[in-house]
């Protein structure tokens, strides 16, 4: 079974805080995507990243930043969090772009 | 523009009825098509899948239905139970290069006892 961990399930920061999110995965796979999910608006791709120390610009990447230090672990950053990055975050994966994406268990940021 | 789209937000059903959840899309150019369940608090649960060289796909009580004609999916569940209720939503991989998929917003499904 693929398994994607998400460091937190919750996390409660306060405005201009530096926030990490971390994602690791136990396949070896090379692609690791990250999204938000707000109500009615879906899943949106913020960053992804193809290989180690690569990585390419989503849909919404303002405010964000990531990191692909090992291939297993992908990396959000938020330089400085703000009341609007307040939702969802999921982790993903794939085997192959455009095919199949697994998903973490989802971190849920309150930006306070 | 072009995007993925669900039919009906809500969807309530008795238990033990057939499920119907529905999804359009107009990039005639995608080849490949997905339906993931979502339960509350929980990352989006991998369920079904397609190519577009086929019409239908039978899995563990879901079907899912391409009608590439008038560019339709749908996700079927057999005999729905509580243990369904969730969101479900579809995605495509209408983008060829590295970019990967676009999901849709998602229908809540509701089954009642």
């Known amino acids: 079974d693929v398994k994607v961990t998400q460091s937190s399930r919750y996390l409660v920061k306060r405005t201009g805080e530096k926030v990490f999110l971390e994602c690791v995965q136990d396949m070896d796979h090379e692609n690791m995507f990250w999204y938000r999910q707000d109500p009615g608006l879906g899943l949106r791709l913020i960053y992804f990243s193809y290989d180690v120390k690569m990585k390419e610009k989503g849909d919404i990447p303002e405010g964000y930043s990531v990191s692909r230090e090992k291939k297993e672990r992908f990396s959000l950053i938020l330089e400085s969090a703000s009341t609007n990055q307040t939702s969802m975050y999921l982790c993903a994966i794939d085997t192959r772009f455009g095919e199949t994406q697994y998903f973490g268990p989802g971190t849920r940021l309150l930006v306070l | 523009g072009e995007s993925v789209g669900l039919h009906l937000p809500t969807l309530s059903v008795q238990e033990g009825d057939n499920s119907i959840i529905n999804c359009a899309y107009s990039?005639?150019?995608?080849?490949?098509f997905i339906w993931y369940k979502q339960e509350s608090g929980k990352g989006p649960q991998f369920i079904i899948d397609i190519r577009s060289n086929m019409d239908n796909r039978q899995g563990q009580r879901v079907t899912v239905l391409l009608n590439k004609t008038v560019k339709h999916l749908s996700l079927q569940i057999a005999a729905t139970q509580p243990g369904d209720s969730a969101v479900y939503f579809c995605a495509e991989n209408r983008d060829t290069g590295r970019r990967a998929l676009t999901f849709g917003s998602g229908t809540r499904l509701q089954v009642q006892p």
């Open positions: 990039n005639s150019a995608s080849d490949y």
